[in-house]
């Protein structure tokens, strides 16, 4: 099993710290979209990340997705990261909303890094969709007593927002007020303490930049 993509990327982690946890033993290629392309498309014509590519060569895409397969393949058992019933469908609700608050830090980022001059409209239009979205996560955050988001284990939920939080508070430093969303930066930071955060780790980088 290879997983495809670099730590920076939220979503590569995400994928990664799960495969971590459950003591999937996996190939790391942290192969950038940008520098890298050409290998990705030999697994991904899409040449996005990540690509979770199988023994077989079968390859998946879109982390969520990828999520879902590893979450099969453990089984129930073993998937302590997933969630059933309720709890299982807020999951998936709190973990889109960050992973679109995650996307749309993508896309202020690269506004910023790859056009000369970045295009006001489209900076507004994503700093709105980021604020907003943080303010909903945060009050979620708040309104859960318990140590993770949905009792004293780790769910996928958990992962995404922190390693969402990680990566647009870091190229993102300048963007926003971030102790606007104290509960969130607290979360992040219990999390980020546990090991399987620490393995799965990786300082953003430019695209282009080695």
């Known amino acids: ?35 890298d392309a050409d290998k990705v498309s030999k697994h991904n014509p899409l ?8 023994d077989d060569r079968t390859a998946f895409v879109d982390s969520a997705a990828i999520l879902a397969v590893i979450d099969d ?5 073993r998937a302590s990261l997933a969630r059933m019933g309720e709890d299982g469908r807020q999951l998936l609700r709190i973990a889109a909303f960050a992973a679109g608050v995650a996307d749309k830090g993508v896309s202020l980022l690269y506004e910023r890094v790859l056009r000369e001059q970045a ?20 009050a979620e955050r708040e309104l859960r007593p318990t140590r993770y988001l949905f009792d004293d284990a ?23 007020e971030w102790s606007r969303w104290p509960a969130l930066g607290e979360h992040a930071a219990a999390c980020e303490a546990l090991p399987a955060f620490a393995a799965i780790r990786q300082r953003f980088m430019k695209p282009g930049e080695a």
């Open 119 to 138: 295009l006001p409209l489209w900076v507004d239009r994503c700093r709105l969709q980021i604020g907003e979205t943080l303010d909903l996560l945060e």
């Open 154 to 176: 780790l769910s996928h939920a958990d992962v995404m927002l922190t390693a969402m939080w990680s990566f647009i508070t870091e190229p993102l430093a300048d963007e926003f």
């Open 1 to 35: 099993m290879m997983l495809i993509g670099q730590y920076d990327s939220p979503f590569v982690r995400r994928v990664g710290i799960a495969l971590q946890i459950y003591g999937i033993e996996f190939e790391h290629a942290p192969w950038s979209t940008f520098g």
């Open 73 to 77: 393949m453990v089984g129930p058992e």
């Open 47 to 54: 040449r996005r990340v990540p690509t979770l590519v199988m």
